[in-house]
Structure formats: structure tokens, C-alpha cells
């Protein structure tokens, strides 16, 4: 009962909060990000759903999120609360109840409840979240993409925008939830998940040794097992042994191993794992900025990462001479050092710059590493804060 009162009391929050409700947690709870979630957020979770249903938060299984109306997710989710051990089935579960003995886990969250982490941002985008990158002293910021009013464009639920931004240097590794001290905890040094019997996954620990998938009880649950070390001092990168003897412990930082010997086969009496060397960033990792909302409601591949050359001037309000700019790569620029409605367009690198102005009475961040249009409230925004 003293739930429902609390969930009612939330609704009439939603309902009269002219502007986004904050995140969750200690981030997201913070002045900085409620600029990039500038409407409502709709999920196909809600549609067909009566007002005050509740639908579970995939990012935490521990909280869930209330349908405000038809097809329309409130913008922020809930914890059950103390006495509750997750959220399942449409409800609360009480940890006295038999089905929540064992603690709920998260899948592909990360940290000490998690199942993962996750690196890819979900698509929809119900809520900005963080995902780890291939760089464990980086992560992904994950924001749908603002439908306001021109010059914006019109988006539909599935876009979704993402950047990578730096851990601050106090705190410089990332565990999938937050950046932290505890190197041992990045992403890259937890086992993958087996899908297959016989798959190959590296060891985290020792990049000269693998693991492999097996039904050790036979019962289906696939568990790896190992190390097992490739011959001859090899090392394992992407699903393979390599002759090459020289390499990097994904838990280590360092450079880059090398990987252009060919394919040898490991010991132990197991599977050779077969196939050509793959790189363990893939093809999937998105580069900083890329598929991201621009002041302009476009797509932009270049992001925050690039600056201005030299060549610009500075006038005495602190503001860019737009005649002296030089556009070093695609993207947007601050036009000010103060944050200010107007900003700088690069359509292509070398072209010529134009001026734009962000829709409404959003401001334009001065921080370049993130370009982008935000409430004047939140300006100046700088990634480096989020975890401080």
C-alpha cells in the first residue's frame, strides 16, 4: 500500500514537472543531464498499457519504470526499496519471498549484480545510460535523441545518440557501471559468455592462453574452462592462436600486441579454434560521437574529438572570428568561450564554415568534448565531471 501511495505521488510529479525528472542515480541525478533529454520518452514497453502500469528497467533489476499513458514510459525509474529484493512478473518481490533467495541479476550490466557489460547502447534509448567502450578508461554515454522543435528534426524513438568520454583521472577505470581505481574490474578482464559448446574465448589474464566452451555437467549450462596455452609460446587474439609471442593481457595497459603471424594449433589435446585472426575491437565499437544528435538534428561521424586549428581568431568578448576559421574535420564548434546560442557548422574538413544557432533557448557547450546543443542551466557541461 505505502508503495502504490509513492508511485501515486510520482505520477503527480511527472505529470506537473514542466521539465525531464532527473535520473536515478548519483549521476544522473545531477544538473548536467537533463538537457539531452529534452521530451517525453515513449517505449513500446507502455503501448496498450494502462496508465500506472509498471514495466521493469532492463539497465537495473532492481527498479522499474511507471506507464504515464499509452505508449509513453515515465522518464525515470524507481527501486523497489530496501525490503524488496528485484523487480519481476509486473511487481516488487519481497526478499522473505522463497522465489528471491539469490540476489537478481542485471544482464550485461556490469559490476557485482551484473551478468556483463554491456557495449553496445540499447536501441531504443528509454533512458541515458552508460556502456563500457573497447578502452577501459573510457565509456559511453547513451541519450535518445531530443524531438523539439525546428531547427531540430523529427525523430522516431529508435534513433539514439552516443559519446565517449574519458574516466576522470582519479577514478580512471570503468567496471561496466562506473569508473573507479580498481583495475581488475574493467570490463576486459571478466571471461566472456559462452553461447556455444566449443566456442574460444581469450583469458583476460594471460593473452597467450584461452579458454574453451564445454557442457561439463551436461546438463546444457556452458561453463569455460582453461587456460588452455597455445603452443609455442603463441598468442590468443580475437578466436585464434597466433605465432606471434608477443601480445597484451586484455586486463593490462600497454601497446598493442602484434598479430600478423599466422594460425597455429593449441595444446592440450583440444580443438584447434579455427578461422583467420579477428581483432577484439570488432567492427560493432562506434567512434566517439558518432550517431549522435547535432545542433542541427542531424547525424554527425566526427563528434566532439576534433578542434579548431590555430588559425582561428579570438575577438575580445571571447567569441570566434568566423572569417579566420578553419574547419579541420566535419562537426560543430563552439562560436564563444561563454555559452551562447550561436555555433560554428563544418559541413565537410576544409569547407567553409557557417553559422548556426541552437533551437529554442538552448545554449551551445563550449566544452568540445561535447558539441552539442544543451539547457542554459546546464551550460557549461564537461564529460570529466560525470563520475565526480
Known amino acids: 500500500m505505502l508503495l502504490r501511495r509513492e508511485l501515486i505521488i510520482s505520477l503527480a510529479l511527472v505529470a506537473s514537472c514542466a521539465c525531464v525528472m532527473p535520473m536515478g542515480n548519483e549521476f544522473f541525478g545531477s544538473a548536467y543531464t537533463d538537457h539531452w533529454l529534452v521530451g517525453d520518452t515513449a517505449s513500446p514497453d507502455c503501448v496498450g498499457a494502462a496508465p500506472g502500469s509498471l514495466v521493469p528497467d532492463d539497465t537495473d533489476c532492481t527498479k522499474f519504470y511507471v506507464c504515464v499513458a499509452d505508449g509513453q514510459l515515465s522518464p525515470t525509474s524507481f527501486p523497489c ?64 535523441a531530443p524531438p523539439t522543435a525546428l531547427p531540430y528534426r523529427m525523430y522516431d524513438q529508435s534513433t539514439r545518440g552516443e559519446v565517449e568520454i574519458s574516466c576522470p583521472s582519479d577514478t580512471p577505470f570503468f567496471n561496466g557501471a562506473e569508473c573507479g581505481n580498481d583495475k581488475a574490474a574493467c570490463c576486459s578482464c571478466k571471461e566472456g559468455t559462452c553461447t556455444k559448446v566449443g566456442d574460444f574465448l581469450p583469458d583476460p589474464n594471460d593473452c597467450h592462453s584461452y579458454l574453451q566452451c564445454v557442457d561439463q555437467a551436461g546438463d546444457g549450462v556452458l561453463v569455460p574452462v582453461g587456460p588452455i596455452p597455445c603452443e609455442n609460446g603463441g598468442s590468443f587474439v580475437g578466436t585464434a592462436c597466433t605465432a606471434d609471442t608477443e601480445c597484451e593481457n586484455a586486463c593490462d595497459a600497454g601497446s598493442s600486441s602484434d598479430t600478423t603471424a599466422g594460425v597455429t ?84 574538413s576544409g569547407g567553409t564554415p557557417t553559422m548556426g544557432t541552437c533551437a529554442g533557448d538552448l545554449v551551445f557547450n563550449p566544452d568540445p568534448a561535447f558539441p552539442y546543443c544543451v539547457r542554459p542551466e546546464n551550460c557549461p557541461f564537461h564529460p570529466s565531471k560525470i563520475f565526480n
Open 81 to 144: 526499496g530496501d525490503d524488496y529484493e528485484c523487480f519481476a512478473a509486473g511487481a516488487c518481490v519481497l526478499t522473505t519471498d522463497a522465489d528471491a533467495a539469490t540476489k537478481c541479476e542485471t544482464p550485461c550490466a556490469g559490476g557485482d549484480g551484473g551478468g556483463g557489460c554491456a557495449t553496445e547502447c540499447p536501441d531504443p534509448v528509454t533512458a541515458t545510460t552508460v556502456v563500457a567502450s573497447s578502452d577501459c578508461t573510457k565509456f559511453k554515454l547513451c541519450f535518445a
Open 265 to 348: 594449433t593449441p595444446a592440450g589435446g583440444v580443438t584447434t579454434p579455427a578461422g583467420g585472426v579477428t581483432t577484439a575491437s570488432g567492427s560493432d565499437t562506434t567512434a566517439p560521437g558518432s550517431d549522435t544528435t547535432t545542433p542541427g538534428g542531424e547525424s554527425t561521424t566526427s563528434g566532439g574529438d576534433t578542434t579548431a586549428t590555430s588559425a582561428e581568431t579570438t575577438t575580445s568578448d571571447g567569441c570566434t572570428d568566423l572569417a579566420d576559421f578553419v574547419c579541420t574535420a566535419q562537426g560543430y564548434y563552439a562560436h564563444c568561450i561563454t555559452c551562447e546560442s550561436e555555433y560554428i557548422n563544418c559541413q565537410t
